[in-house]
């Protein structure tokens, strides 16, 4: 991996910016997915150096567009401090146990050999997944669940809950040009939970400012 870093910054990051990613025993706990950062900040010093494309994931690409760096770029030297209120509330999405074991240029640099393409090897046997609901089942089997074709119903509180965000992030959206992400991010929250939807409203509700 380090032979692969020579001379360009964009696998494990730059070298002169103490690059976590270059100590195997700092970043093996990550990769196995074992550790997680503590917080945002210690989640954007993993991110920062090397940078991941904005084509890896809707998650860099909507941070690379507020920090309007181009994505020929694969490290910056900006600070936690300097990051605006919608960088650090990406960065949230960061600290779950799995999402470094999934994005870090280990696996980003290494050939990956997905399931799909070792199963047609006939290296591992194929798993059946069952579809829920079942695109071809009666009408009928789902009598005690609401559905309206494919999506669940939901209720009056999630509802106004939704239409809450939606309101929100459209004015927002007249101050940013981030505020699409921001969107897909409370939407994505209120959908989970409505535990984690409150939990992320208050937060926005807590901060003193929005950067433009």
């Not at 005690?144 to 106004?160: C, I, K, Q």
Request: net charge neutral; glycine share 10%.
């Amino acid at each position: 991996m380090q032979i692969l870093n020579a001379g360009t910054g964009f696998v494990l990051g730059h070298e002169g910016w103490g690059s976590r990613w270059q100590n195997w025993e700092h970043s093996l706990p990550l990769v196995k997915g074992d550790e997680k950062p503590a917080d945002e900040k210690e989640a954007w010093e993993l991110l920062r150096n090397p940078l991941p494309p904005a084509s890896e994931d809707i998650f860099f690409a909507s941070l690379r567009l507020q920090l309007g760096l181009a994505d020929t770029l694969f490290h910056t030297n900006q600070g936690y401090g300097s990051l605006g209120f919608l960088e650090k509330q990406l960065l949230s999405q960061a600290l779950g146990l799995g999402f470094f074991q999934q994005q870090n240029p280990i696996v980003r640099h290494t050939v990956l050999r997905r399931r799909q393409t070792l199963e047609e090897a006939g290296m591992l046997e194929k798993v059946g997944v069952d579809i829920h609901p079942d695109p071809h089942a009666p009408a009928s089997i789902y009598s005690e669940v609401n559905f309206n074709g494919l999506g669940l119903r939901t209720n009056y509180p999630f509802d106004r809950a939704y239409e809450a965000a939606e309101g929100y992030t459209s004015e927002l959206q007249k101050r940013t040009h981030a505020a699409g992400f921001m969107k897909s991010l409370l939407l994505q929250r209120i959908c989970s939970s409505f535990a984690s939807g409150r939990t992320t409203a208050e937060r926005m509700l807590q901060s003193r400012g929005i950067r433009r």
